[in-house]
T-cell receptor, first 111, second 116 residues
Framework: RKEVEQDPGPFNVPEGATVAFNCTYS??????FFWYRQDCRKEPKLLMS???SGNEDGRFTAQLNRASQYISLLIRDSKLSDSATYLC????????????FGTGTKLQVIP | DTAVSQTPKYLVTQMGNDKSIKCEQN?????MYWYKQDSKKFLKIMFS???????INETVPNRFSPKSPDKAHLNLHINSLELGDSAVYFC???????????????FGPGTRLTVL
C-alpha cells in the first residue's frame, strides 16, 4: 500500500458545483496534513493545513479523519480558476520531519 | 523578488553528459530540498539540507550530488545523465526541518530536464 494515495481523476465539474477529494494515508502515526495546489507546469503551493477539528477557508473546507486515516478537501461553488492538481501532503516526525506528497487529484472546472 | 529561484528553467542534454541545477532562496530559511516530479506527476523528495548539512538522502543514485555552499543555496549536480533522469526538478525551502510542527515548503519554479 502506498504511503499516501489519491484518486488521480480528472474530476470534471461544471462551474458552481461542489466537489470533494479524499486522500488516504497508511501510517497511523502521521502527524500533520496539508493540501497543496499545483497549476499546470507550475510549482506546488500551500493551499491549506488540515486540523483535527476541520478548517475552512472561504469556499474550501478540509477535514481529517484519523480513525479511517484519510483527509478530505471540499470545494464549494467551483470557479474556472480552481482548475489545478490538488496534492495531499502527510508528515511524520521521527528526529526530522518526513514529508510525503500524494500523486495529486486533477480538477477541471468546465464553463 | 522571487523567494525561491532555480536556474536553468529548461535543460536539454544528451545521455552521458554532466549538468548542474542551481537553487537560491532569499527567505532566510534554514532548510532546503530537492524534489523530482516524473511524467506521472509524482513528487518525490531526493535530498534535504539543514543549515548546509545533509539530512535526508532518499535512495537517490550517487550520480546525483547536492552541494550547499551556504544555507541560501542548494545546487544539484548530475553525472552521466540517463534517459530516466528526464523530469521536472523542484527546489524548495522551509523555515526549519526538525520539530513537531511542519513548516510550509516554498517551491521554486522547477527545472524541466530532458535527456535525449
Amino acid at each position: 500500500r502506498k504511503e499516501v494515495e489519491q484518486d488521480p481523476g480528472p474530476f470534471n465539474v461544471p462551474e458552481g458545483a461542489t466537489v470533494a477529494f479524499n486522500c488516504t494515508y497508511s501510517n497511523s502515526a502521521s502527524q500533520s496534513f496539508f493540501w497543496y495546489r499545483q497549476d499546470c507546469r507550475k510549482e506546488p503551493k500551500l493551499l491549506m493545513s488540515v486540523y483535527s477539528s476541520g478548517n475552512e477557508d472561504g469556499r474550501f473546507t478540509a477535514q481529517l479523519n484519523r480513525a479511517s486515516q484519510y483527509i478530505s478537501l471540499l470545494i464549494r461553488d467551483s470557479k474556472l480558476s480552481d482548475s489545478a492538481t490538488y496534492l495531499c501532503v502527510v508528515t511524520l516526525s521521527g528526529g526530522y520531519q518526513k514529508v510525503t506528497f500524494g500523486t495529486g487529484t486533477k480538477l477541471q472546472v468546465i464553463p | 523578488d522571487t523567494a525561491v529561484s532555480q536556474t536553468p528553467k529548461y535543460l536539454v542534454t544528451q545521455m552521458g553528459n554532466d549538468k548542474s541545477i542551481k537553487c537560491e532562496q532569499n527567505l532566510g530559511h534554514d532548510t532546503m530540498y530537492w524534489y523530482k516530479q516524473d511524467s506521472k506527476k509524482f513528487l518525490k523528495i531526493m535530498f534535504s539540507y539543514n543549515n548546509k548539512e545533509l539530512i535526508i538522502n532518499e535512495t537517490v543514485p550517487n550520480r546525483f550530488s547536492p552541494k550547499s555552499p551556504d544555507k541560501a543555496h542548494l545546487n544539484l549536480h548530475i553525472n552521466s545523465l540517463e534517459l530516466g533522469d528526464s523530469a521536472v526538478y523542484f527546489c524548495a525551502s522551509s523555515q526549519r526541518l526538525a520539530g513537531p510542527s511542519y513548516n510550509e515548503q516554498f517551491f521554486g519554479p522547477g527545472t524541466r530536464l530532458t535527456v535525449l
